[in-house]
């Protein structure tokens, strides 16, 4: 997939499908074709849809399966618009010095094995998250003391 591609997508229809049938293939095809640009790293545009006849060009053969008497191919296409921007969001543990991360660790295991608890890193590090910045700070300077 790259930028300026068109992602496609078809299911064919016998006639018989109620209103409800299609819209629910169109939200479900709307959702599927995101998801697949988002898995790609890519953003797609607008999903327009096309009913296409079996005698209608890159139309391939009816399936057999498909018996109503008014068969129709229902293509579902987006085109490759931009690549899609991750929202990274800021953490306190992610801000702060590799060496203050890992005095924090160690204060704040220290304090949790007081209480009878052993945390691993992943542990730790959400607490300190939770405290925030001035906590963990305050933390810091009473170690320096």
């Not at 220290?110 to 052993?118: D, K, L, P, Q």
Request: hydrophobic share 40%; glycine share 6%; net charge negative.
């Amino acid at each position: 997939m790259q930028l300026g591609d068109t992602v496609e997508n078809a299911i064919w229809l016998d006639g018989r499908e109620t209103k409800e049938q299609r819209k629910a293939y169109e939200k479900a095809v709307e959702v599927a074709i995101e998801q697949e640009c988002s898995q790609n790293g890519f953003m797609c545009g607008k999903v327009i849809f096309h009913v296409k006849h079996p005698y209608d060009e890159r139309v391939p053969p009816v399936p057999e399966h498909i018996t109503g008497t008014q068969p129709r191919l229902l293509v579902a296409e987006s085109d490759v618009i931009g690549l899609a921007i991750e929202e990274v969001q800021s953490s306190f543990i992610s801000d702060i010095e590799p060496r203050d991360l890992l005095k924090l660790r160690e204060i704040t295991r220290r304090a949790a094995v007081a209480r009878g608890h052993f945390l691993n890193d992943h542990e730790v590090d959400d607490i300190i998250e939770t405290l925030g910045p001035e906590a963990a700070m305050d933390a810091l300077r009473r170690s320096m003391n």
